[in-house]
């Protein structure tokens, strides 16, 4: 396996860089691999707009030497970027169906971490469905860290989704992986050549 020498992080909707996983996996690669490339940007609302920053972030960064960690949606992004570029990607508790179930969240809402307000604008779910990769071409390229216990996702829908991709299929468990620091991150990374 090609030692990654970039990694990108994607936070889920109406999260940020600030969230507990991506500071986690940030302070662990400052402390374990300061010379490989660190991007978390914060996304726009806009799954469009999303994309087209992530991939104008990693335009520069070979596939053989790329990984993605993706949460919820940022699960689903990072499937996109994936499917696209042929990189190493972990999932936890990824967002399979966004377009079904963002369409609730239409509206001004507040980020989870701060007092910022946002839109979610209806043409946001149409981007999202025209978006979605057809089907998973290479599951040996991806990791993913699934709950039962999620509270917000059917794990049903995510196993079904990465089916003969490697997954951690956890009996309990939430949707934010509060045990993230010291049950998961060893894996994943591990799962990256970290």
């Known amino acids: 396996m090609t030692p990654i020498a970039h990694l990108l992080y994607l936070h889920g909707f109406r999260s940020s860089p600030q969230s507990t996983k991506a500071r986690l996996t940030a302070a662990w690669m400052q402390a374990h691999h300061p010379d490989i490339v660190w991007a978390c940007p914060q996304l726009p609302p806009s799954p469009r707009d999303a994309m087209a ?6 335009a520069g960064w070979p596939a053989a030497t790329t990984g993605v960690i993706g949460s919820s949606l940022g699960g689903y992004y990072a499937t996109i970027v994936a499917e696209r570029t042929g990189c190493r990607t972990v999932l ?5 169906e966004p377009a079904r179930d ?3 969240y239409v509206g001004e809402i507040t980020a989870w971490h701060s ?8 043409e946001f779910v149409a981007e999202l469905d025209a978006m979605r990769p057809a089907s998973i071409t290479h599951p040996e ?3 993913a860290v699934i709950a039962k216990g999620d ?3 059917d794990w049903h829908e995510m196993t079904a989704r990465y089916a003969g ?3 951690k299929l956890l009996e309990g468990g939430d949707h934010a992986l509060s045990d993230y620091a010291e049950a998961h991150l060893a894996d994943v990374t591990a799962f990256l050549g970290l």
């Not at 007092?115 to 209806?122: A, K, S, T, V």
């Open 102 to 104: 963002l369409v609730d």
């Open 151 to 153: 509270e917000l996702l």
């Open 92 to 96: 936890l508790n990824p967002a399979t």
């Open 53 to 58: 920053l992530v991939m104008e972030r990693i």
């Open 165 to 167: 991709c490697r997954i």
């Open 141 to 143: 390229r991806y990791y």
């Open 115 to 122: 007092e910022d307000r946002f839109e979610f604008r209806p």
